[in-house]
């Protein structure tokens, strides 16, 4: 079944920090500390290496304020979002401000020529390459004390004690013999968005290979 709690933390990046590479074949990720009135939540953004079988892509793009939609608006803290086009929530093969209109994905990062054009007629392509091209392009937007949005479902402890928010990544097209089939669902992806000083929005999405880029109403695979 989908999530049961999924929603957006708005919060103050204190700091961010990658997992440390090691040969036990455990995912990658890029480690987000935010603040918030509740307390500090630890954050962890999957950034798997294409090395393993579930291989990462993503995207990175910048948006206005007002595309992002009401949790723009919304104040330091954890929130809970239903999983409908109007709450607030994330949905990156639904919501136009973040699809691909083009249908392409990239094996590298296109040129810059091309990125301009692609920006100008509004595509949003998937990008494939390493965890550490994953966790680099993520990294770049991330200022400490800067104000994240971090969509995702929430825990409230981790093993070190800490409040948090996983899944922060595409939550839905797992295939059926995936053991992630159960929570696919549409409106609930995961995402980090990082405010800039002009008022727009840095914005990463990111995704495993193994997941399908047209889904159902339940969030299966489709095709």
Known sequence: MPFTSYGVLSGTLHRHYRDTPDD???WFHLHLEVDAPAGRYHCAVDVDSHKSNVGVQWKAFTLDAAAVGPAAA???GFHDLAPTPDSGALDCLRDPELVDRTG????RRPPSWLRDLLDLFGSRPW???SNIDAAAALESVLMPGGRLLVFGEPFEHDAEGDLGVHNIHQNQGDPTDSQWWPENGIWQDGATLALRSDGRYDVFLSK???QAGHTDGAGHPTG
């Open 24 to 26: 036990q074949g455990r």
């Open 74 to 76: 919304l104040a330091p």
């Open 104 to 107: 392409v994905l990239f094996q």
């Open 127 to 129: 990008q494939a390459g």
């Open 208 to 210: 495993f290979s193994s």
